[in-house]
């Protein structure tokens, strides 16, 4: 098998990363652009010792989900920023769903019911974006699994205020990064890579004003932050005089959406690596003096502290691992609440919580991602006995 060629496969399950499956001659292929139980030409474009990667560059038998692109560019040899396109949006919440569920069966041991919820808008959601300046100095995002830049005019995905064929008349500097990031407001933020820019995005949340640096993280679907902090609040249960920990917390929208509930005689406690974030945490929570900020490494910090009684984790998609989770539950909280941007990460840390006699109590998945592979999921673990 060489790259370039090209085979009639038969689609079978979806794997972790939002490829299809497919077998030839033994050898597994994970292929883009396919659905289950389709059969589909596949043209190969990677190859590793133990599998191959390939693109459906023509359907023989298409799936009852397959539905035609909203993108053009969302095709073989075009942008990499959408994988799910070609397939209903019910359908491709139910894949993310059987890719949670193996994630779970495979590392941690368990078989779990779950549902990924709708998350609108399915289009237009995207309130930040980077792309990079093609030798046209045109705006461009790159190919999958490449460093091609595929020029574009449009994202079906892009919030309306992201205007692209506006930034394509600037005559960007090529090469560049450029991130645009949109604010409840609707006003967006552009930011050019060796420009400085000191505008703020402002956004608010359950009645929290907060002002950012673009660079700061902050949730792409304009609902998911509202979305996850409601999901974070109704399983923490917090009380009042809690001692909450924000763990990887970033500009502090948990912190923020459970101030009124530990209220005055409460505490919070933030641990953020970033220094934007820290700073733009530390001007949004100036007014709060039972809200302290650590600007360091989790895995670092955390171990400073002896007790709490609830802690909220935002890890990375690497996921918190052993050393976290042990400094963790070395605070004897009673609720442990984590948000995951990858369910094999989750999955692996459950199994970890599980060994250290914290159940996984309420799991929820939502599409905040919506044309992608992504899932993002916030689940519940409490202390047994």
Request: glycine letters at 8%; one cysteine or more; a neutral charge.
């Amino acid at each position: 098998m060489n790259v370039g060629d090209e085979f009639v496969v038969d689609i079978s399950s979806i794997a972790h990363g939002g490829h299809f499956v497919a077998r030839h001659e033994g050898r597994v292929i994970f292929v883009r652009h396919a659905i289950s139980g389709e059969k589909v030409k596949v043209r190969i474009t990677e190859i590793s010792k133990n599998f191959a990667r390939g693109d459906a560059i023509e359907v023989i038998n298409p799936s009852q989900h397959r539905i035609p692109p909203a993108c053009r560019f969302a095709r073989p040899d075009g942008c990499g920023g959408c994988d799910f396109q070609h397939i209903a949006p019910q359908a491709q919440r139910s894949f993310k769903a059987a890719i949670i569920k193996e994630q779970f069966k495979r590392l941690a041991k368990m078989d779990i019911d779950i549902e990924v919820e709708e998350v609108a808008p399915i289009l237009g959601w995207r309130s930040r974006m980077e792309f990079t300046v093609s030798e046209n100095r045109k705006i461009s995002m790159f190919q999958a699994r490449s460093n091609k830049l595929i020029e574009i005019d449009e994202c079906k995905i892009a919030h309306e205020s992201i205007k692209i064929s506006e930034l394509n008349n600037q005559k960007l500097p090529v090469g560049k990064k450029v991130d645009v990031a949109v604010g409840s407001d609707g006003k967006s933020v552009i930011s050019i890579e060796g420009v400085e820019n000191f505008t703020l995005v402002n956004q608010s949340v359950n009645g929290f004003e907060f002002s950012l640096t673009p660079e700061s993280f902050w949730q792409s679907h304009m609902a998911a932050p509202r979305t996850l902090s409601d999901a974070v609040l109704k399983f923490a249960e917090l009380r009042s005089g809690d001692h909450l920990y924000d763990l990887y917390s970033g500009v502090g929208l948990f912190a923020s959406a459970a101030l009124g509930i530990v209220g005055e005689t409460g505490r919070i406690t933030m641990i953020e690596e970033s220094p934007n974030a820290v700073t733009d945490a530390k001007r949004n929570f100036a007014n709060y003096p039972n809200v302290e900020i650590v600007e360091g490494k989790v895995e670092r910090e955390l171990k400073r502290f002896v007790k709490g009684d609830v802690v909220v984790i935002d890890p990375p998609r690497s996921g918190a691992g052993e050393r976290v989770i042990r400094q963790i539950l070395a605070l004897s909280p009673r609720t442990l609440i984590y948000v995951a941007c990858d369910p094999a990460a989750l999955a692996r840390d459950t199994e970890i919580l599980e060994r250290f006699d914290y159940s996984l109590d309420g799991l929820r998945a939502f599409d905040l991602f919506p044309m992608t592979q992504h899932i993002e999921s916030v689940a519940r673990f409490i202390r047994r006995g």
